[in-house]
């Protein structure tokens, strides 16, 4: 039987800007898990982009902006969940920081509440709701890409497996070099082409070699870049988000 949440609560949504536009599946499938599991869910309409891709760069100034729009979105939430490792450490690490360089202590008290009340997805299920067994039925040869952020800086663990272990008939096959990065590393890929594209190709090229069906991981963005080396290869491994195959229930995929 599925595992009954210790709580249902009322939830903000952090679609997160790539989700958004690129990837909305994703987005009404952590809705569908979450109300499925009890949750009331609502989506801040005022929030917008992390901010992260200014702040790597250097362009504090304009990562600021993205700050004080997700304060705004999303004050007065006590669960604010994202399927994003990246976004969410993005929220984490450097919207406080960029808080404290403003000078504005106003601006950094209501930062450091509202990132207290922030979760990636795997992280809400596991350590708020207390569930591992969320009901999902996904019968496919599936394997993980553990992306850099969900595991340096999120620090997700164990969490997305001990998920992935109660989908009933998954069968995860383990990925050589799963917990190497991808190339993606935002605007590194555009800096370092040549170089994210070599390692995009390898990481790919471990995916493929497992003989799975799918490729999962907790950031669409890092899908997207393997994907792109699996799709000009016309292999027919799928990139999918674990928030897809949670949101799984009988017929699945």
């Keep these: 039987m599925p595992d009954k949440p210790k709580i249902t609560p009322k939830v903000a949504i952090f679609a997160?800007?790539?989700?958004?536009?690129?990837?909305?599946?994703?987005?009404?499938?952590?809705?569908?898990?979450?109300?499925?599991?009890?949750?009331?869910?609502?989506f801040p309409v005022e929030q917008s982009c992390c901010g992260q891709m200014f702040t790597n760069t250097g362009y504090f100034r304009e990562g600021l902006g993205c700050v004080r729009s997700y304060v705004e979105a999303f004050s007065g939430?006590?669960?604010?969940?994202?399927?994003?490792?990246?976004?969410?450490t993005a929220v984490r690490d450097q919207h406080p920081m960029l808080a404290a360089q403003s000078g504005d202590a106003g601006l950094a008290a209501a930062v450091d509440d509202v990132v207290r009340h922030s979760y990636e997805l795997t992280e809400f299920l596991c350590d708020v709701l207390e569930v591992e067994d969320v009901g999902a039925v996904f019968a496919h040869k599936v394997t993980?890409?553990?992306?850099?952020?969900?595991?340096?800086?999120?620090?997700?663990?164990?969490?997305?497996?001990?998920?992935?272990s109660k989908v009933r008939g998954l069968e995860l096959i383990e990925l050589e070099g799963f917990d190497q990065c991808c190339g993606f590393g935002g605007t590194f890929c555009v800096k370092n082409p040549d170089v994210s594209a070599d390692m995009a190709s390898c990481k790919a090229g471990y995916a493929v070699d497992t003989g799975?069906?799918?490729?999962v991981s907790l950031d669409n963005a890092c899908l997207l870049n393997i994907g792109g080396v699996l799709h000009r290869a016309g292999s027919s491994l799928?990139?999918?988000h674990l928030a897809e195959i949670l949101a799984c229930g009988e017929g699945g995929l």
């Design 238 to 240: 799928k990139p999918i």
């Design 77 to 88: 939430y006590e669960y604010i969940v994202g399927p994003s490792g990246s976004c969410v």
């Design 144 to 164: 993980y890409h553990l992306t850099c952020h969900s595991l340096r800086f999120a620090r997700l663990g164990e969490r997305p497996l001990r998920l992935m």
């Design 212 to 215: 799975a069906e799918y490729l």
């Design 16 to 42: 997160t800007c790539i989700n958004d536009v690129m990837f909305p599946e994703t987005v009404i499938a952590t809705v569908q898990l979450l109300e499925r599991l009890g949750c009331t869910v609502e």
